[in-house]
């Protein structure tokens, strides 16, 4: 975190740390690992003080946008 209270990204690292956490993950979907599950979501599903006070700054900031998801039958019906 920068002293400024923003986060940056290392560029450099990036996608090297995405790839990895995507393998990860989809390892312990396909061989249906409950225990890598958990283990990930305790050492991974943590939120950092920093970062949950980054998060609080953001309460009050007014969402105008609702997302609208479109189901798959909508998009076939939109099929021409």
């Known amino acids: 975190m920068s002293p400024d209270g923003t ?7 990036i996608r090297a740390a995405v790839e990895d956490l995507t393998s990860r993950i989809m ?6 690992n409950y225990a890598a599950a958990q283990e990930m ?6 939120i950092r003080p920093e970062v949950q006070n980054v998060l ?18 909508q998009l076939i019906a939109d099929l021409p």
Request: proline share 5%; charged share 25%.
């Open 27 to 32: 390892t312990i979907q396909a061989e249906g």
């Open 7 to 13: 986060f940056s990204v290392d560029h450099s690292r």
């Open 56 to 73: 609080d700054r953001l309460h009050d900031v007014p969402v105008d946008i609702r997302p609208n998801y479109i189901t798959a039958d």
């Open 41 to 46: 979501l305790t050492t991974l599903g943590v």
